[in-house]
């Protein structure tokens, strides 16, 4: 489903991506780790397209990642929400609704908006939305054209925990529901219970690419370990 | 300690340029620029004889020079609308001296607010310095076969001009202090706009009583006696020492400023009480201001909307990039009052109509028509510059929706033509028929406008999009602008200037213009179209 081969991205001459390639199966989830500038979001966003690599291959369902035919296969949720000042939230998923040419929205949206707490709100502006309620709407617009693959971005910052409950509970959804998800995030447990693998990032490189119980393996002696024994061991400066 | 803390920052601001020495280099190319230009001058005066205005013999004129009433008049005005405006912002809005460390740090640290106050206050006059003294600098250079500049001369103009700046934010802090005191907030207001509305009065009775509008409309601000009207009147008097070198008015004058400083610091010390929780709001908002021009913050698209509450229920546009054109359609709903001929639209072309009127009835010559036709095709201009950088291309959802970018694109800029389209036409058409110009500008103007939009846009993306973020885009940029400027856009000017010289035709003149800009947009939309796909979104 997702291919990357030696990814490179280079801002002057420090590299936040070195070199990196992995692959995700359809119907993987994958959770991206790594402390505050390892590269995890530069290499989502480099694989969106958000971002220019410098060098690299990025595939998406077999068609290169700018492509128009790979766009129609996922969608993202970015770490800051981006919403349109003087659209209101059923007006951002009426205009996900035209991006992406779904028919029937309505049902789907009036659900995606009863599960985030978004219906009593669904007249309000973009503007007069709080961070968290932003977030909300995010989430929203990239789980309604119901996409094969799905990139979060630190989906949980922002979110109350009701939200993140709700989040955590449809990363399940859609793994059972067989789509492919790359999660980045720093709240460990929220991709401990659902990951069927985690890469680890440090300094624009992977450390660790593995299924969890493989890693626990590799480098933590006691076998109750958490991932977040093996987070803290990878990245502990040498 | 206040200035121990000012200090300690002026010299880690000079640690930084010690290190990046490089960030000085456009700096020295602007003073090398006025050294140039001032040298020129001098050599230019002095072969010529100097022939400045200190020279022209007001008294002895048979008749008013209605040239540099004009002149006077119209600067006078300038000054006068910018003071207005900012008091009638004081009504408005707060002002604040302070920033957001001085609130979280100084503002909870045992210290008099009075002492912080008269701090900030008396230290507010070091931008206002700069910046007069930049652009003395500037105006010295191009004026330098005209006037004579010792010290003296200088520092009048720099006093009058750094003067004026100063003090428009104490007496904004007083309007604020004196309402949090006293709730008189609806009477401040009230007399600003009774005191705008009596300086249009100055210019429209004038201008009536005169035989031609021109002529008459800046007689009496132009007039010596206007020196005694508060700040704008004090602060030209002080400059006009280099025409008239009397350096007892203008020494006056700078007298009246000291004094009505001091009574301002007074009446603030008195009203402004423990003026914390006032100062806050403004303070984060200034400081949320900074961060936006640094491009840190995003910048809030819905400002200056008139129609928020507008309920929509509006069908959809179609399928893939239309959504962009719609998205930008329901903004333009609640921006204005209609979204594709808003308010600013009307008030645009009534302008434009009401000139073409006044021309027809002998009170304004055609040029103020065809003047106000090019501001507008200036203003298009820097309205494309600003394209790029809101809106869409400021969201992922640009990046990500799957269509094609040229498709993109043009949905991103289509209600931007259409509005533009409609405004040129609403304008132009009543335009030509009421001033009887020709009409051909009906063809040439439209197209004209949305030609120098189109340039304006491209010219601001194409750097962004085809450079990588850092010092090669720094320096190519300007390079690359510059170059548009230097091969297409100058030219193309040049070239509509000599023809107005030639055929005397305003119309042949635009058409020229117009002509010029189809090859440039053309090429740059072309250019544009290449490199689209590089394009990267900014984070803030």
């Known amino acids: 489903m997702l291919t990357v081969s030696n990814l490179i991205k280079r801002y002057g001459k420090q590299n936040a991506v070195n070199d990196i390639s992995f692959h995700l199966e359809g119907g993987e989830v994958v959770g991206l780790l790594g402390p505050n500038g390892a590269g995890k979001s530069t290499t989502m966003k480099c694989i969106v397209g958000l971002l220019r690599k410098t060098s690299g291959e990025i595939l998406i369902g077999g068609h290169d990642h700018l492509s128009v035919e790979a766009k129609r296969f996922f969608s993202y949720i970015p770490e800051t929400p981006y919403v349109y000042d003087l659209l209101t939230v059923r007006e951002h998923l009426q205009f996900i609704a035209q991006a992406y040419g779904i028919k029937d929205w309505k049902n789907r949206g009036e659900e995606l908006m009863e599960i985030y707490d978004l219906t009593d709100k669904a007249d309000k502006l973009g503007r007069d939305l709080s961070k968290g309620m932003r977030q909300k709407i995010s989430i929203c617009c ?17 979110l109350d925990p009701k939200a993140i409950k709700n989040t955590k509970r449809i990363f399940k959804e859609l793994k059972e529901a067989g789509k492919t998800i790359l999660v980045s995030t720093h709240l460990i447990d929220s991709v401990e219970t659902i990951a069927d693998r985690i890469m680890i990032l440090k300094n624009g490189d992977i450390i660790g ?30 | 300690m206040l200035l121990r803390k000012d200090l300690l920052i002026l010299k880690n601001n000079i640690w ?52 540099l009433q004009n002149v006077i008049g119209g600067i006078t005005l300038l000054a006068l609308a910018f003071l207005i405006f900012q008091l009638f912002r004081a009504t408005k809005k707060n002002v604040s001296f302070f920033k957001m460390a001085d609130v979280n740090l100084l503002f909870t640290a045992p210290v008099k607010p009075e002492n912080i106050l008269i701090y900030y206050m008396g230290r507010s006059i070091i931008p206002s310095l700069g910046g007069s003294i930049i652009f003395i600098i500037y105006g010295a250079s191009q004026f330098a076969d005209k006037i004579e500049f010792s010290f003296i001369n200088i520092a009048f103009l720099v006093l009058g001009f750094a003067l004026f700046f100063f003090l428009t934010s104490p007496i904004r802090f007083l309007v604020y202090t004196l309402h949090t005191k006293y709730g008189v907030m609806q009477y401040i207001q009230t007399g600003v706009i009774i005191l705008a509305v009596l300086l249009g009065l100055a210019i429209l009775i004038p201008g009536l009583m005169a035989e ?21 009147g004090w602060s030209r008097a002080m400059m006009s020492y280099i ?34 929780e006032d100062v806050l709001e403004a303070t984060k908002s200034n400081e949320e201001q900074v961060e936006k021009v640094r491009g840190k913050k995003e910048t809030p698209e819905s400002s200056m909307s008139l129609n928020t509450k507008k309920k929509l229920a509006l069908p959809d546009f179609g399928v893939g990039a239309k959504a962009l054109y719609w998205r930008n359609y329901v903004h333009a709903s609640r921006q204005d009052f209609h979204p594709l001929f808003g308010l600013w639209s009307v008030i645009l072309a009534a302008l434009g109509i009401a000139f073409a009127i006044l021309s027809n009835f002998d009170w304004f010559s055609h040029k103020v028509l065809n003047g106000y036709l ?6 298009n201009f820097f309205a494309g510059i600003g394209r790029g950088s809101v809106g869409d291309l400021k969201k992922p ?8 970018w040229s498709s993109k ?132």
Request: with cysteine.
């Open chain 2, 16 to 67: 930084l340029i010690l290190k990046n020495p490089l960030r000085l280099l456009p700096y020295g190319g602007m003073i090398a620029y006025f050294f140039f230009i001032y040298t020129m001058r001098v050599r230019r005066g002095a072969e010529e004889g100097r022939t400045g205005i200190e020279n022209i013999d007001v008294e002895g004129l048979p008749q008013v020079d209605f040239g």
């Open chain 2, 243 to 276: 025409f008239n070198q009397n350096l007892i008015t203008a020494l006056a004058f700078f007298g009246l400023y000291l004094l009505a400083y001091y009574v301002i610091l007074r009446l603030v010390l008195d009203t402004a009480g423990y003026y914390y």
């Open chain 1, 142 to 158: 990239a789980l309604l054209p119901d996409p094969q693959l799905l990139f979060f971005d630190e989906p949980m910052i922002g």
């Open chain 2, 374 to 379: 090019l501001m507008l095709v200036g203003i």
């Open chain 2, 397 to 404: 959802y640009f990046f990500l929706i799957p269509a094609s």
């Open chain 2, 212 to 232: 031609k509008f021109w002529q008459g409309m800046f007689a009496w601000i132009a007039s010596p006696w206007f020196d005694l009207f508060p700040i704008v």
């Open chain 1, 209 to 238: 690419n593995d299924t969890l119980s493989n890693l626990k393996q590799q480098f933590v002696q006691d076998k109750q370990g958490s991932l977040e024994d093996i987070f803290l061991e990878l990245t502990k400066d040498e």
């Open chain 2, 409 to 540: 694109l043009w949905n991103v800029i289509k209600l931007d033509l259409v509005q533009l389209g409609l405004i040129s036409w609403v304008l132009i058409i009543p335009s030509v028929l009421i001033a009887g110009l020709d009409w051909k500008l009906i063809l040439f103007y439209p197209l004209c406008v949305f030609l120098v939009y189109i340039v304006g846009l491209t010219i601001n993306m194409i750097p962004k999009v085809a450079f990588e973020e850092g010092w090669d885009q720094k320096l190519i940029k300007p390079l690359m602008i510059g170059g548009i400027f230097l091969f297409g856009i100058i030219p193309s000017l040049v070239v509509s200037v000599l023809i107005f010289v030639w055929t005397r035709q305003f119309v042949w003149m635009l058409f020229a213009f117009t002509i010029g800009q189809t090859f440039i947009a053309g090429v740059l939309v072309h250019v544009l179209l290449d490199v689209i796909s590089r394009l990267e979104l900014k984070e803030i």
